[in-house]
């Protein structure tokens, strides 16, 4: 019996789109901003070096993880219009959502061998589980006009966002569980710790490629274009162009993308180096204390966030979607000025508390206000892939300005300040976003 294909708008649609949150934010948090770092610290502690030969060079390993993601960044604002540009022409983009879900799932299980003896090999899985997260995410917020009416979308960009927080909770917990008491899940003998660790990237690979299957089932698989179908390869930066022209068209749209750009910069930042700046530069007790701590931490921030993209939701429903954004930009300076001074781990989780209850509000709700300001179109994957590759530039640079920052003064506390500055500049720019709906 053939599978009934459902309506834009539906229950069961929305909740199938909004579950591929579900499935692969475990990514982002157990491998991104949780145990890999811990993970990747240690190896280097345990070992009693700073530096490690790769590739016939000598590198430290901080810039040597750093160097990795922004490569593995430059790579994904290149392949994101690569195919958008072929999924909008032959109307399969859930074809290719599925091989980089496929493709991250993998590079997650392969870290369960990353260790210094295979640094190649592991810093290649690290560089395709980021690919693959990241490229398979902008496919699926693609979605969200095609799934959705205006009216849905604030809510579902909402749900989908806490749905992935609660899912990749329910992993962490799991997994400090086995890092905790390893022997409790039958991981024995001299580093059963670091071993559990490795059992949590695999976990998260499975984990990402079961649960995103009802996701795959229910999406539809793409509008297809009507039109030129020569040089389709290079169609996706051609579509880039076209909505740079639109944009000339769309004031409303180019404004509240210049803002997205400066925040988002540094909203990512703050994703990516959050443990970083726990571990280097808060007073732990023991070595113990620190993976706990900042495990902990991390955890508290997705739990808190939960509550915030719910609490984002209706405040823009109450106050306008540009209101909402600016407050929260203005929450965020706060949020800096107060990291700059954090110096136990008591102060560092209440950090950690305040920045879950803005991070996932400003995710979420700068998500379903792009898909608003969107003009009357179908090929929407180019307009989020021209979303996306904002936002990864955004990060290239934020990430490259705060180790500059931290390395010139000599502290990743005032790059924090530094990251306050984006924060402000973002909202003054949004508030020159005109909108009468959305205001």
Known sequence: MARSILLKGSRKLLNAWAFYDWANSVYSLVIASAIFPIYYGALFRIAEIEKVSIFGGEIARAPLISY??????????IITPLISGIADYLGNKKVFMQFFCYLGGVACIGLFWFSLEHIEAGLICY???LVGFWVSFAINNSYLPDIAYPEQQDKISAKGFSMGYIGSVILLLINLAMVMRPGFFGIEGEGAELLAMRY????VGIWWIAFSQYTFYHLPKGNKRVGERQRVILNGFRELKGVWKQLGHERRLKRYLGAFFVYSMAVQTVMLIAAYFGEEEVAWGSSEERTIGLIVSILLIQLVAILGATLTARASEAFG?????VVINLIWVLICIYAYSVQSPMEFY????FVGIVMGGIQALSRSTYSKFLPETKDTTSFFSFYDVAEKIGIIIGTFLYGFVAQFTGSMRNATIFLGLFFILGAFLLLRVKSKALQ
């Open 127 to 129: 560089f395709f589980g």
């Open 68 to 77: 990795t993601t922004s490569i593995a960044f430059v790579c994904i604002a």
């Open 350 to 353: 209440i950090a950690a508390g």
């Open 200 to 203: 949590s990237f695999a976990s």
């Open 321 to 325: 979607n540009i209101r909402t954004l």
